[in-house]
Structures are given as C-alpha cells and as structure tokens.
C-alpha cells in the first residue's frame, strides 16, 4: 500500500473528512501506514493506545512503542507524547524528568503547542 494516503484516509475515517466516520477502517489504516514507518500513522497510534481510543484499550506499553518510532523520525507531537510517559513513568518507563523535560523541550523546538505549554 501507499502509507501516505493510507494515513490521509484513516484520519479521514476517524473524523468524517468526505466520508461516515468508521472508527475501525480508521484503526485499520493507521496500522497499515504505521507498519511502513510512516510517522504521523505511527504518533496517532501511539496517541490512541496511550490514552485507549480509535476501540483500543489503554496500552501505555504501546503508546510508547509507537510514539518512539514517531518521535525518532523527527515528530514534534511524538516527542511530546514521549516526555510526557516519560515524566509519568508509565510502561515501565523509570519516572525521569530529565528525560521527559528533554523530548518535550525537542517537541516545543519542533512546533508542538502541547509541548511549548507544557515548558511554559
């Protein structure tokens, strides 16, 4: 498949962009383009299984596994997504601040507004 427009058509299954919402089509897409390392398929999912949308149960295991292949290509929101398991210490992530402060402050640099919040 075409991970890029296989991205575009997840997000527009989960928002209804031109199309009825359909929550599993829209799971379904992420998953194939974050398989082909596409990185914006690869933050939405670790964005949905960190906080347990798109059907999926929380899985902080999987938020981080999927926001750390987002944010290690360079994804400001991933980055921020990140620090922020890394300052909760979830997934059996050792609670560090240092470690958090340190991808969100790469997050803020990279334009994320959640993260240039969190740094104040």
Known sequence: GHAWAE?????CYETG??????VP??????QRAAAQGHMLAQCSLGQAHAHGLLGL???ST????WYTAAAEQGNAKAMWG???M???GVAGLQRSQREAIA????GAELGCAEAQSDLG
Not at 7 to 11: F, G, I, P, Q, R
Not at 103 to 106: G, H, L, P, S, T
């Open 25 to 30: 089509a829209a799971l379904r897409f992420y």
């Open 86 to 88: 890394h300052r909760d």
């Open 7 to 11: 991205n575009n058509l997840a997000h």
């Open 62 to 65: 999987e938020g981080v596994r």
């Open 57 to 59: 149960r929380a899985s």
């Open 17 to 22: 962009g031109g199309v009825p919402v359909d």
């Open 82 to 84: 990140l620090g922020v």
């Open 103 to 106: 991808w969100i402050r790469k």
